[in-house]
């Protein structure tokens, strides 16, 4: 008998609740039933979003949700510029080049986030730029860019507008659609809205639904004004993952009755507890300046196999982490702290993660980890 | 106290074991425990689909893999004909004109299937006619198309290759793709596979492949060519809906252990069981000459309200099942037998039936549905 304790940023372990409520017989989505069920997820999303447009459920995961926000709102040919600094941010540009757009990376290094100014400058450079494109977390590297400071640089040109991959986001720290004049948020299900991967989402501003109206990129499954037309009567286009939605009801009352603001909060307060216990045990953050609160990346000590460690995690003490992606590989693991985690998931990473860097090999005192994390975790 | 019974053609029952599978903590699908259970499903699929081919898991629903079945193989201004006899067929063509192709339309009455000669004169007319897009089971007429004889004739055009839509046709009548020269089908996971919507499949033969190579529409959350070189590594290429792929697991497992035949078997009896039901309570078929067994379409008799019979089916007995569509509003009521369906499912459909009709004024009889269906299903 071995506990298994999922920690990887997504997907992230769904309250048992919820997973037997997704076990309730299914339901038909074109009969009455379905119709409170799917309306009680659209006021969530919204409140969830901080948004009074309509969210869109796509049945997909998050990257189908990515390809929307670039086939409803570019057009073949168009330049828009894309925040590249980690596997996530390196995605928008493959998805533009596939569609025929014109992509204009700003290249970040892996573990730093992007400066508003270079994006200011860029855009002035180059009026004909039509849109940004960035992560609010990017998962490769546990960082956060700047939203808010990106979103006034943007706000302030009405042809250009601004689209954030929130997937790690959302949930996880303030992100308020409408209030910060963020045009274009896209999330997914298995990150903090706590479920399983199959339902993406999307919602626009109304500056985006002036460009969605002269995109001339073709798509159907994807066809967000067609959604929208269907949602807002409290359906959908295709035959949706009727059990995801299910779930998606009971996790969205489950974060509005603790409350957004309780919800970042206790997510701060995980984040800040690893990354202080990670430096605690000597260990030092893969993104140092700005990092996001969705997940920890502790850089693996010199000299110890990275990916060594992630096997050994899960070995010997059933515990999943992500390891590094790319130039990463090996170099870092990410501990994963959004979502449906507490007190002692961070507790049980810490110490799974001092034991396993001494099985690795390496010279170090357990204990000073989980220490740093109690301290910080303890309700005084 | 009220039992819902679900008899539409889709969303159908999930088995409860299947339902609790599913309620099983959540997996990582980057993880060695992800890696025997898409490798089952792969072979499972195959075996469902009587294929060679790796058979693609999308995280979508069926109109994904429809989607996919056009943007992967054609090229902006190919023409393709499709047979429009119903709603999804008519989807074909949708499809097709958003992204640029030609489509040509053979238009079928609505309850009738399409004569194979037909198609082949058309593709004898125009020999720039690429493919042809069908389905094998049209599910808002409850007709089954003649696969096998489509097949044949484009089996013999090297330039020409067949497309099936067996979203309500897989699992429910023999279709061996292999064996019949199908060059692609697409199905979903809400019907005979008895599993919620989220899923969609498509498989594809060698001729289609090459296609697949030239065709250039843009395309990238639906990749079938990189979802392949992924699949045959136990990955894909964005996250899967992991929950359903551990029920699709379960179900591909049942239906092995049954035995595909077994399976047609007892879905052609249920399917001959309510059509005589149905014909002996005094009712035509709206697909009489071609009908499919996935459901049966019940013509409600002159100067009944079909909408009304549809209501108290639900309302009085809490028996959901299909209306009619378009042409067909309220003019039928479609009665599913497809997947996790026996002998009581169809005694209730047609007891329901004819109390309903009843409820709703129709002068009749009760009883002489039902004793029909008992006749054929009495296992002697």
């Keep these: 008998m071995k506990k298994n304790i999922l920690l990887a940023p997504g997907p992230t372990p769904v309250p048992p609740s919820t997973l037997l409520a997704m076990a309730q017989p299914i339901i038909h989505h074109r009969e009455p039933e379905f119709k409170p ?12 979003f901080q948004t009074e447009q309509e969210v869109i459920m796509l049945a997909a995961s998050g990257s189908g949700a990515m390809e929307a926000a670039v086939t409803n709102f570019l057009s073949t040919g168009d330049k828009a510029l894309f925040v590249n600094g980690g596997k996530f941010g390196e995605r928008w540009g493959k998805i533009m ?3 025929g757009c014109e992509p204009v990376e700003l290249k970040v290094e892996w573990g730093q ?3 508003p100014a270079v994006i200011e400058a860029a855009l002035d450079a180059d009026p004909s730029i039509r849109a940004v494109y960035m992560q609010a977390s990017e998962t490769s590297t546990a960082v956060a860019h700047p939203v808010k400071e990106v979103a006034a640089i943007t706000g302030k040109r009405p042809g250009v507008f601004l689209v954030v991959d929130a997937i790690t986001a959302t949930g996880v720290f303030k992100l308020p659609m409408d209030e910060w004049g963020i045009d274009i948020i896209v999330t997914g299900s298995q990150k903090a809205l706590m479920l399983p991967p199959g339902l993406a989402f999307i919602a626009w501003s109304e500056k985006a639904d002036t460009f969605n109206k002269t995109s001339n990129i073709p798509r159907f499954y994807f066809d967000l004004a067609l959604e929208r037309k269907k949602h807002i ?3 959908t286009a295709w035959t949706p993952a009727v059990s995801l939605l299910v779930g998606l009801r009971d996790v969205l009352n489950m974060i509005r009755e603790e409350g957004l603001e309780k919800v970042h909060a206790r997510t701060t307060r995980l984040a800040e507890a690893t990354r202080a216990a990670v430096k605690a045990m000597g260990l030092k953050l893969f993104a140092p300046d700005s990092p996001s609160n969705a997940l920890t990346a502790a ?5 110890v196999d990275g990916l060594k460690v992630k096997k050994l995690l899960r070995e010997n003490y059933g515990v999943t ?3 590094g992606q790319d130039q990463a590989k090996g170099k870092i693991v990410r501990l994963a702290h959004l979502g449906y985690t507490d007190t002692f998931d961070v507790i049980s990473a810490i110490s799974a993660l001092e034991m396993a860097l001494v099985d690795a090999g390496h010279d170090m005192v357990m204990g000073a980890g989980v220490a740093k994390a109690m301290e910080i975790l303890r309700r005084g």
Tied chains: 1, 2.
């Design 321 to 323: 982490v992500a390891g």
């Design 299 to 303: 850089v693996i000590p010199e000299g």
């Design 113 to 115: 986030a992007v400066d």
């Design 37 to 48: 069920i799917f309306s009680q997820c659209r006021e969530g999303l919204k409140y969830l």
């Design 233 to 235: 009567d409290d359906q």
């Design 97 to 99: 080049k596939a569609y």
